[in-house]
């Protein structure tokens, strides 16, 4: 993978290129503990890479990128440079968005601060409202301290514990490659972050798609809320699916493989 660097605060930022390199950029963009892998697993970079230009992004604290332990590090704004950091390194001006949880937060924040960097925006089960407890909802109360204290491997298995069945070996394998002191401030930092003011998620002109499965609890009404305040936004729910399983339906690939076509007509 290349490293971009983060101009404010020097992280350095894993990304890698794949699929056609003449084709209409597409950034893609995991969620929380996971990495850029993912869009390959779940089958987004088959679908994509003979039609478009993939830019697969690990965020900071995941993957094979840096990852900070203070809290601050942890910022939207610093996120949101980070992302401006890989666009400049790989020479786009502005490329179509395609997050996922707080892949699709990092899109959010990325359009409100830089508009003219996002062609178009894909945000899945992901929303502008304060995130106060929005990751202890999708893991255990008190994880932050949990990662501090006992590392990713008593993590993993309290978060086994508290849900009553095991966790799949290859997301426990995906969550033990990350630091726990820095996700522990990543954690922390997502609790201090107030949202996305609505005048300025109205004020985005990309042309936005959102999604989100039908059992996620913990994301529904934030997604469908901030779908809501963008004219002209489209937003599909997936019938049976929740916040893990969302990303890696099928449907989710069709979808998103579908908007992208259809954004993208004018650019081949």
Sequence with gaps: ?????????????AWSVTGDPTGPPVMLV?????SHQIWRTFGYVRALRDRYRLILVDQRGHGRSEAPRDVEAYS????????????????????HYVGY??????????VTRTPQRVASL????AGSGPQKGALDS??????ADVLAERGMDGFVDEWANRRGFPVDSGTRAAFLRNDSEALAAYFRASDDDPGIADDAVRATTAPTLFYVGSRDVQRIDDTRRTASLIAGAEYEELRGYDHATAVA????????SRWLSEVTSSER
Excluded: K, Q, W, Y
Excluded at 30 to 34: E, I, V
Excluded at 122 to 125: D, E, I, K, N, T
Excluded at 249 to 256: I, K, R, S
């Design 138 to 143: 999708l893991f255990f109360d008190g994880s």
């Design 122 to 125: 894909v945000v899945g089960g």
């Design 76 to 95: 939207m704004d610093r996120v949101s440079e980070d992302l401006v950091a890989v666009l400049d390194a790989a020479d786009v001006a502005a490329a």
């Design 30 to 34: 995991h969620g929380s503990l996971l």
């Design 1 to 13: 993978m290349d490293f971009a660097t983060n101009p404010v605060d020097g992280t350095r930022i």
């Design 249 to 256: 339906a099928p449907e989710a690939v069709e979808l998103v």
């Design 101 to 110: 949880s707080f892949g699709g937060r990092s899109g959010l924040n990325l």
